[in-house]
């Protein structure tokens, strides 16, 4: 865990969130400023700081938050209707919090461009 870190503080409950789903590995809860009527974020519940940073010791994580986007999905009663799944990863992706998440988006049609011209 990053003590400086706000998703770290969020597992640790010490900032709220409101949360979708939890298990061992992953905690999922809705994000601050919505961008989509569904817009949660999935978390690999210790401190990764972006997708450069996942090897061989800690991708247990990122299989389960794999793992959790679908009964996000579920829960959040986009399984049918489909959903994106984003992550940013470093400056030219446009991450700003530090910790590896992943964006799942739904509940409006998105199309098909994954890049603003
Ligand atoms: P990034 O740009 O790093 O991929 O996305 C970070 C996301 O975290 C943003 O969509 C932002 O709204 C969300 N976010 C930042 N701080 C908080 C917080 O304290 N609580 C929640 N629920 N979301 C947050
Ligand atoms: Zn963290």
């Known amino acids: ?16 969130s409101n949360k979708v789903y ?49 009964k996000v999905a579920s829960e959040c009663g986009v399984a049918e209707s489909g959903y994106r799944v984003i992550c940013n990863c470093g400056e030219d992706g446009g991450q700003e919090v530090k910790h590896l998440h992943y964006h799942l988006l739904g509940g409006q049609k998105l199309g098909t461009k994954i890049v603003h011209e």
């Open 22 to 70: 939890e298990d061992e590995y992953v905690l999922a809860f809705k994000d601050l400023h919505p961008v989509t009527p569904v817009h949660v974020l999935i978390i690999p519940k210790i401190h990764i700081q972006d997708l450069e940073h996942v090897d061989e010791t800690n991708s247990v994580y990122t299989q389960k938050c794999q793992e959790a986007f679908k």
């Open 1 to 16: 865990m990053d003590e400086n870190c706000i998703f770290c503080k969020i597992i640790k409950g010490e900032i709220p």
